[in-house]
């Protein structure tokens, strides 16, 4: 199987789980409850946030694949491979960050119970920031591995635009861990998510139609 019709495929698979991931995250514990309705969550909530952890995983593990495809198609465009590292670098920083946030809120379901309102809430606060920490080495991924693509001739140079413009929204909404509370730092934050999971169908699908498409002049 060609290099691009799998990392097209992990892609979707990707694609898949970071929207599950996304609902499944919504429905349980977050920052937006008081501390008492967390704690509440988090001991009713083992289906849900155990559903969200799982998606989480899948998609960690994709991403990884996914990674090292984008690096690998990178690669075919530069000479010496600033791009593809960067990919891969970022990629596996950002695993490496965001599963503290999943380990800590699967470990969180098990203890609620015995655990103090307090400590829960910030235990749960602090792995939510270790999300928000990973978010810019997703966006230097997505960044580097759009403009990878179109500089190979893999993808539309607006493909390759968008999901520029998406990896720096992701960038820049990443500074919300600063103030998580904040729609000024919130807002490209959703819309890097939001144009982050677009390019990642489209890129997806034209890769996985690699044959069909004609290179960009």
Sequence with gaps: MRTERWTGIAGVVLLTSVIAGIVFETMGPN???????????????????????????IQKVVLVGFAVGLA????????????????????????????????????LVSVAGQLAVPVLFGLATVGENMDLAGMPFLGLMIAAGANGLARARLLPRWVGRFGLVAGVLLVLGSLSLLSPQSF??????????????????????????????????
């Design 72 to 107: 690998t198609l990178a690669a075919r465009g530069e000479k010496d491979h600033t791009i593809s590292r960067l990919i891969l670098v970022s990629g596996t920083l950002q695993v490496a960050i965001t599963m503290v946030y999943v380990a800590t809120f699967q470990a």
């Design 31 to 57: 920052l937006s409850m008081t501390p008492d309705q967390m704690s509440a969550s988090f001991k009713n909530g083992q289906v849900t946030v155990g559903l969200a952890t799982t998606f989480l995983l």
């Design 184 to 217: 000024f730092f919130m807002l490209p934050l959703l819309l890097g998510v939001l144009l982050t999971v677009i390019w990642l169908g489209i890129a997806s699908v034209a890769l996985i139609r690699a044959k069909d498409l004609v290179p960009a002049a």
